[in-house]
């Protein structure tokens, strides 16, 4: 199995430009999650999806962030116009509630530059 | 009521001494809880978990020890050897409903060899 799949791993940007990140998450995974890693705040759930769903957008910072799910192997988060503090490490993770399993497999991350 | 606290921040630890990083919860309806281990480049992958119904958990040199009526939780690991040295996060859900991991700060573990 591959695991779960990000790209680009590293994106480094100009402030007020347009950022996409992808994740493909792991095959047969249900759920998918978006987390933001930061020194000051940790690890942040952003938003997450089960059966392209999203359940709960509560941890998205701002209307600058959307995150779309339109099938079950590809999720985007885009960052538009994107800030200077927007810098992170963004993971993707995801999960197989089928088969009751709690556990998360994370990607290996994006990491965001917005100078 | 959400926040896990974690402690301490880092860690060194001699090579075959044991390592215990504490977590401390306010939500008692958390009924899953996780430790995730995180190298540098990587995304944090899971250690071990212990569900609220039992007092310990162990895989190998990683033991959980969770006590339910102080809400605290702690992983031990045995024998440290420097492979060991990496960032843990503790975390807790409410895997009945929301299933949002909520994630303690990271403790920086560093192992001398």
């Known amino acids: 199995d591959a695991g779960v799949i990000q790209s680009p791993r590293h994106e480094v940007t100009e402030m007020g430009q347009e950022v996409t990140l992808r994740c493909k998450p792991i095959?047969?995974?249900?759920?998918l999650f978006w987390y933001r890693q930061t020194m000051m705040r940790g690890l942040e759930l952003l938003i997450y999806?089960?059966?392209?769903?999203?359940?709960?957008d509560s941890g998205m910072p701002e209307d600058r962030f959307s995150a779309k799910m339109p099938n079950a192997s590809f999720s985007t988060l885009k960052i538009q116009p994107s800030e200077p503090r927007d810098s992170a490490v963004y993971f993707c993770?995801?999960?197989?509630?089928?088969?009751?399993?709690?556990?998360?497999?994370f990607g290996p991350g994006t990491r965001l530059t917005v100078t | 009521q959400q926040q896990v606290k974690q402690s301490p921040q880092s860690l060194i630890v001699q090579k075959g001494g044991i390592s215990i990083i504490n977590c401390a919860y306010e939500?008692?309806?958390?009924?899953?809880f996780p430790w995730y281990q995180q190298f540098p480049g990587k995304g944090p992958a899971l250690l071990i978990a212990?569900?609220?119904?039992?007092s310990e958990k162990k895989e190998g040199r990683f033991t959980i020890s969770f006590n339910k009526s102080a809400k605290q939780f702690s992983l031990h690991i045995m024998d440290s050897q420097p492979g060991d040295s990496a960032t843990y996060f503790c975390?807790?859900?409410?895997?009945?409903?929301?299933?949002?991991?909520?994630f303690g700060q990271g403790t920086r573990l560093t192992i001398n060899p």
């Open positions: 975390a807790a859900s409410i895997e009945s409903g929301a299933q949002k991991l909520v």
């Open positions: 999806f089960n059966n392209n769903v999203p359940i709960d």
């Open positions: 095959s047969g995974h249900n759920s």
């Open positions: 939500n008692t309806a958390f009924d899953y």
């Open positions: 212990i569900r609220p119904d039992v």
């Open positions: 993770a995801s999960r197989n509630t089928n088969i009751g399993s709690y556990e998360q497999y």
